[in-house]
C-alpha cells in the first residue's frame, strides 16, 4: 500500500489507542467506571484467579450497579477487539435501560445460576455493533478498498465482526451491484 494512500485513509478513520477506545470514550460519557477483576474492592484472589486463570475464557463482561454508579467489569484476558465488543455491548445494556438478569445462589454460594433475556441480549448486540462499525463507515472503508483486517485495526473490533457487519448490513451487495452497473455502462 502506498504511503500516501496510507496517510489519507488514517485522516479519513479513528484510530484507537487503548481498550476499546470508542467503548472507553462512551463509558466516560456516560460515568460508567471500567474495572477488571482485579480492580473491584474487596474481591478475593481466589475469585480473581477464577476468573483470569483457571477459566478466562468463561466470560466477557458484567455490568453492575453499586452506590448509584454504573460499572463494567471486563475481562482483560480477551484480545482488544473483543474487549471493544464486550464493554460495549454492556454499555448498550445500561442505554437500552434493559433490567439486569437475576441472579439465584443456592445458600453455599457453590451454586450460582443467572437468568438471561435473549431479546435484551440480542438488542445490546445489535446495537453495540452498530456504534461500533456504523454501515457509513464500512461503506467509505469499502469505497476505499481496506481489507477486512485494515477496517478490524482502524476500528478496534475483531475481523469477524467486520465480516459480519459487512454481511448484514448489505454494503458488499451495494459495492458489487455498483460496480456491475458501471461495467454496463
Known sequence: MASGKLSHR???????NNVGSLATVLAGYLDVALWTPMEVPGITREVVDQLLNQDPWGWSAVSVYRAD?????YNPRKSAGRR???IMHELAHLILSHQPATVVMSQDGSFVMRSCDQAQEDEANWLAWC???????????????????EIAEQYDVTETLVNFRLRLTGVESQLRAASARRKFR
Open 10 to 16: 488514517t485522516t479519513v478513520f479513528r484510530k484507537a
Open 69 to 73: 454508579r454504573a460499572f463494567v467489569i
Open 84 to 86: 471493544a465488543s464486550d
Open 131 to 149: 456504534i461500533l462499525l456504523p454501515r457509513d463507515a464500512l461503506l467509505r472503508c469499502r469505497k476505499l478498498e481496506l481489507s477486512v483486517a
